[in-house]
């Protein structure tokens, strides 16, 4: 069955647990999603990587903590796991164990992945997962050469081949960063991700978390609103968000003040007090928002000190979400996924017309 991306992509997944939760705010829930970082090694090294800096550390969990994560995740019943960031996560011994450990212990499990050091022996794995996300580059093996300095360009494009073979219905997406080298090739990579059998490709501006000045100036703004607008008709909005860069003036997150978009004004993150999300961190540290990852002032704890499902409901935690809601209330929140989450809820509560509700998906 094609994929309908808008669907796919749609925030109004949020709202079947905001449904179920908003009366439980304050209980000892499980987290819905958790995103795992557990190695910052990568075997690229992107010029726009929203984690430069950060990888320096050279951090890795290890073994011991990792086990600990999935034992705890597991009995916690949370929904699902992202094995992603930091660094690429199939660079790490073993990595497919802990993912079949979660999903025979019923946690989902997607995948975040450039794609380089997949191998056929891992298909079987592969196949069993909600969805598999590929980083591509360029149609250009010189311009793929200058982004992530590898020289293994053909294996950005063989995903779906690999998992494929193996059956199983995994949803093989493409993900596209759009950088100063590869900003005017757009068209050729939608292209190229639909003759490779992708089910989608999304393009994301570079998101500069870091401060390093990574994201598209203005000129290539310009020139990337203007292949957009000229190639239009091409583009299959089922199957890319190009279209919806055009509306966002090539940013990945609304830049305009959130509270101006609500009916009521918010009186916290919905997000964060349902329990949406965690991410674990390769040097141990557990957030509850992306954008503050490595921020001591936002961290909930550590797994060097303690185990996950101790750190999760914990008074630090507490703390913590109360800091988190300040920050939300006075507009201060940035580049983070939860903020059309809470739109959805704030439509979902106030709104003229009922938010549908476009199935169970717990990837938050």
Not at 20 to 40: F, M
Not at 227 to 253: Q, S, W
Not at 291 to 297: E, K
Request: aromatic share 10%.
């Amino acid at each position: 069955m094609p994929i309908d991306l808008k669907q796919l992509l749609s925030p109004e997944k949020f709202i079947p647990f905001y449904r179920d939760r908003r009366d439980q705010t304050g209980k000892a829930l499980p987290p819905i999603a958790v995103e795992l970082h557990w190695t910052s090694d990568c075997n690229y090294d992107c010029v726009h990587c929203s984690y430069g800096s950060r990888r320096q550390s050279k951090g890795r969990l290890t073994p011991d903590q990792i086990d600990g994560v999935v034992s705890d995740l597991v009995e916690l019943k949370t929904a699902a796991a992202y094995i992603s960031g930091g660094g690429e996560p199939t660079v790490l011994k073993g990595w497919q164990n802990y993912a079949q450990r979660l999903m025979e212990g019923g946690v989902e499990v997607a995948l975040i992945t450039n794609g380089v050091a997949l191998a056929p022996a891992q298909a079987n794995t592969l196949c069993r997962m909600n969805y598999i996300a590929v980083s591509v580059y360029s149609t250009d093996e010189d311009e793929y050469r200058r982004i992530t300095e590898s020289k293994y360009f053909d294996r950005q494009w063989s995903v779906p081949g690999l998992v494929r073979q193996s059956g199983g219905k995994a949803i093989i997406g493409a993900r596209c960063v759009l950088n100063s080298v590869n900003y005017k090739n757009l068209l050729s990579i939608y292209q190229r991700a639909r003759e490779a059998g992708f089910d989608y490709i999304i393009f994301i501006p570079a998101v500069d978390y870091e401060g390093r000045g990574v994201s598209l100036g203005a000129e290539a703004i310009r020139e990337v609103l203007d292949d957009i607008a000229a190639h239009a008709g091409e583009f299959d909005p089922a199957f890319t968000n190009a279209l919806d860069l055009l509306t966002r003036n090539v940013a990945h997150y609304a830049p305009q003040d959130y509270r101006t978009r609500f009916l009521v004004p918010p009186t916290g993150c919905a997000a964060i007090n349902i329990g949406a999300n965690a991410f674990v961190n390769y040097c141990g540290g557990v957030w509850l928002c992306q954008p503050h990852i490595g921020d001591q002032r936002y961290c909930i704890g550590n797994l060097n000190d303690h185990r996950f499902i101790d750190i999760w409901n914990s008074s630090r935690h507490a703390s913590v979400i109360a800091s988190l809601n300040r920050n939300f209330i006075n507009g201060v929140c940035r580049n983070c996924r939860s903020i059309v989450f809470n739109q959805m809820a704030d439509s979902f509560e106030h709104g003229d017309q009922k938010v549908g509700e476009s199935g169970y998906d717990p990837f938050l």
